[in-house]
């Protein structure tokens, strides 16, 4: 079973627009990280945040994190071409990661 | 420095048959984890290695087996395939060992087809 789940499925932005995606997770976590993966390739690392932390940021992604409401979300802003991919949440628990569904971003020119 | 490797890119068996994935983790990297990716869901955790010993399983059935080498690159087994056993089959490594919560380092994965 997925322990995170990522809203929406799928997304399609227009260049120069911001993409929001959100995901929500069961129980309490050490952290949780974000990773990208395009078409079908090895995922990406993009960014981590601890249970302790509300916000992050790293070039374009803003990260935050709600605890309370077990629910996270990423804003990539001025998206470009480039960033067209399916993104993940993942969090850990038991001993490994748990990754949700994922949202795939279309940014069309 | 190089990054995770797996080989081979893609793989083609027949039910029944067994395969075998590599893979070379990055450079100074104890943990190994493997995952599969079936088309449209989302990762399943498979194995983590760390040290040469396996530190955890997924839900899976015992016909998908690995082992970690010395020099840390694994091996994943996957025996009797089944059809469904077709996916994208993904390997990341970690620095230091019992970090899986910390960031994973993706290999380009194999993808396997089951005929």
């Known amino acids: 079973s997925q322990q995170g789940e990522e809203d929406p499925q799928a997304l399609s932005i227009q260049e120069g627009e911001n993409a929001t995606m959100n995901c929500s997770y069961k129980t309490s976590i050490n952290n949780l990280q974000w990773y990208r993966q395009n078409s079908g390739r090895g995922l990406v690392h993009l960014i981590l945040?601890?249970?302790?932390?509300r916000e992050k940021h790293s070039g374009r992604l803003r990260v935050t994190l709600d605890t309370s409401k077990k629910s996270s979300s990423l804003l990539i802003t001025a998206s470009r071409a480039a960033d067209t991919a399916s993104y993940f949440c993942?969090?850990?628990?038991?001993?490994?990661?748990?990754f949700g569904a994922g949202t795939t971003v279309t940014v069309r020119a | 420095e190089a990054g995770v490797t797996q080989s081979p890119t893609h793989l083609i068996k027949t039910r029944g048959q067994q395969a075998t994935l590599r893979c070379s983790p990055i450079?100074?990297?104890?943990?190994v984890y493997w995952y599969q990716q079936a088309l449209g869901l989302g990762l399943q955790f498979l194995l983590w290695?760390?040290?040469?010993?396996?530190?955890n399983r997924g839900n899976f059935p015992p016909r998908f087996s690995g082992r970690q080498f010395p020099n840390y690159s694994s091996e994943l087994n996957v025996n009797a395939l089944e059809l469904e056993d077709s996916a994208l089959y993904l390997c990341?490594?970690?620095?230091?060992?019992?970090?899986?919560?910390?960031?994973?380092?993706f290999g380009p994965g194999t993808r396997l087809l089951v005929l």
């Open positions: 290695y760390d040290e040469g010993e396996e530190r």
């Open positions: 450079s100074g990297h104890t943990s």
């Open positions: 993942a969090t850990a628990l038991d001993y490994k990661l748990s």
């Open positions: 945040i601890r249970s302790n932390e």
């Open positions: 990341a490594s970690s620095p230091v060992g019992g970090s899986y919560q910390e960031t994973q380092y």
